[in-house]
């Protein structure tokens, strides 16, 4: 698959209708509109790549709807060179988001199946994280920490004890919590002990699991 003028022009619309929704950070909108996310799909999906909607990705998982990236990648509030955990590579449209965002990404995915299509993908593109990792994502990546930022791309029935303590002081975690439906929330490290929380209404994540394979 290329990437086209008409591609372009459905990103332009994209970014349209993630703005008319309440996106509002210029970086993140300039990333929606520069990414290619119909190569991120099979091209089965590619006419649908540019609708505000989550496709299925294979192994039971889904590439996000792009308002939810959007949305989760503006609490972020990165500065360059930022340095990122991902929980959940998935397609890595997220985690090309992040570079695009020249955030120093570390990512974790724990779908096999995924891991090693999506390391293949990266390397024909041209993507760079900094560390690409086949493993659990409850337990983070604590030999890398401290983080700027966490983002987990699944959701968690409790936010991991792990992911916290291996954020930076003004770090922000991003993590969508519950069971059925989740609440996306927002983790803030005041100190070694201390956390603002706060949180902004429900999404709908495919389930983050422990030690899967």
């Given amino acids: 698959m290329q990437d086209t003028f008409k591609h372009k022009g459905m990103r332009n619309q994209l970014v349209k209708?993630?703005?008319?929704?309440?996106?509002?950070?210029?970086?993140?909108?300039?990333?929606?509109?520069?990414?290619?996310?119909?190569?991120?799909?099979?091209?089965?999906?590619?006419?649908?790549?540019?609708?505000?909607?989550?496709?299925?990705?294979?192994?039971?998982?889904?590439?996000?709807?792009?308002?939810?990236?959007?949305?989760?990648?503006?609490?972020?509030?990165?500065?360059?060179?930022?340095?990122?955990?991902?929980?959940?590579?998935?397609?890595?449209?997220?985690?090309?988001?992040?570079?695009?965002?020249?955030?120093?990404?570390?990512?974790?995915?724990?779908q096999n199946e995924l891991f090693k299509a999506t390391k293949l993908f990266f390397n024909k593109m041209g993507y760079r994280p900094k560390k690409m990792v086949f493993g659990d994502g409850y337990k983070g990546l604590e030999e890398n920490a401290p983080f700027d930022g966490i983002v987990v791309t699944a959701g968690a029935p409790e936010t991991p004890k792990a992911l916290?303590?291996?954020?930076?002081?003004?770090?922000?975690?991003?993590?969508?919590?519950?069971?059925?439906?989740?609440?996306?929330?927002?983790?803030?490290?005041?100190?070694?002990?201390?956390f603002e929380k706060k949180t902004f209404g429900s999404f709908r994540f495919v389930p983050m699991l422990e030690d899967k394979n």
């Fill in 17 to 110: 209708t993630l703005t008319d929704k309440g996106i509002t950070d210029i970086k993140v909108l300039e990333a929606i509109k520069t990414i290619p996310r119909h190569l991120f799909l099979n091209s089965g999906f590619e006419d649908h790549a540019y609708q505000d909607k989550a496709f299925p990705i294979g192994a039971s998982q889904t590439i996000s709807q792009p308002y939810t990236v959007a949305f989760q990648t503006e609490l972020l509030r990165l500065q360059p060179d930022a340095k990122v955990l991902e929980i959940g590579t998935g397609s890595g449209y997220q985690t090309a988001i992040l570079l695009h965002l020249k955030a120093k990404v570390y990512t974790i995915e724990r």
């Fill in 164 to 194: 916290l303590s291996q954020l930076k002081i003004d770090g922000r975690l991003v993590i969508p919590v519950g069971l059925e439906e989740q609440e996306m929330t927002l983790y803030i490290r005041k100190s070694q002990k201390e």
